[in-house]
T-cell receptor, first 113, second 112 residues
Framework: DSGVTQTPKHLITATGQRVTLRCSPR?????VYWYQQSLDQGLQFLIQ???????AKGNILERFSAQQFPDLHSELNLSSLELGDSALYFC????????????FGPGTRLTVT | GENVEQHPSTLSVQEGDSAVIKCTYS??????FPWYKQELGKRPQLIID?????GEKKDQRIAVTLNKTAKHFSLHITETQPEDSAVYFC???????????FGGGTRLMVKP
């Protein structure tokens, strides 16, 4: 167990809908990263938050957004869902500036039908 | 941006043999290279990492080597066991607290 938690574990929804994925980092970790893992794309970085502020953006679609709250948990919002958004969504956390290691949560499997 | 290539995509070995997975990276500023093991349906698990000021690091049956000049790094697993069967990902980052760029993954199968 990495200490990173994610909910829900599974999510099945229809095209055009909106969902919210939640992540709680390890105790004391300030950075949260979101990654998408699909069959043909491997693990792709989406976005990073550090202590409540957006720090880096990767290949994140405009239909997707995220935020990090004062208690350091983070939410990833996916809207106008398409079939191609079906994937595993992982969050990872690391302690602070100067900390390299990232620890992954168990992931949320999103299925868009 | 950084690009990480990983080979082979699949690797089948006999129990007790060694396995080697290789990765190359493009950004000379990258200085941190972790390896993750992912079992089916599970989270990527950090198994070993190396920083650019070190050429080799070992942890029991697992070792990682880094060649900064050639921009490649490798994972070596000795005395493989069936429980080593999983998908292994290499990754690179150019600073502490920065995003990871992952390789495409290697599916390792260890036959008993």
């Amino acid at each position: 167990d990495s200490g990173v938690t994610q909910t829900p574990k599974h999510l099945i929804t229809a095209t055009g809908q909106r969902v919210t994925l939640r992540c709680s980092p390890r105790s004391g970790d300030l950075s949260v990263y979101w990654y998408q893992q699909s069959l043909d794309q491997g693990l792709q970085f989406l976005i990073q938050y550090y202590n409540g502020e957006e720090r880096a953006k990767g290949n994140i679609l405009e239909r997707f957004s995220a935020q990090q709250f004062p208690d350091l948990h983070s939410e990833l919002n996916l809207s106008s869902l398409e079939l191609g958004d079906s994937a595993l969504y992982f969050c990872a956390s690391s302690a602070s500036a100067g900390q390299y290691e990232q620890y992954f949560g168990p992931g949320t499997r999103l299925t868009v039908t | 941006g950084e690009n990480v290539e990983q080979h082979p995509s699949t690797l089948s070995v006999q129990e007790g043999d060694s396995a080697v997975i290789k990765c190359t990276y493009s950004d000379s500023a990258s200085n941190y290279f972790p390896w993750y093991k992912q079992e089916l349906g599970k989270r990527p698990q950090l198994i070993i990492d190396i920083r650019s000021n070190v050429g080799e690091k070992k942890d029991q049956r697992i070792a990682v080597t880094l060649n900064k000049t050639a921009k490649h790094f490798s994972l070596h697993i000795t005395e493989t066991q069936p429980e080593d069967s999983a998908v292994y990902f290499c990754a690179a980052s150019n600073n502490a607290g920065n995003m990871l760029t992952f390789g495409g993954g290697t599916r390792l199968m260890v036959k008993p």
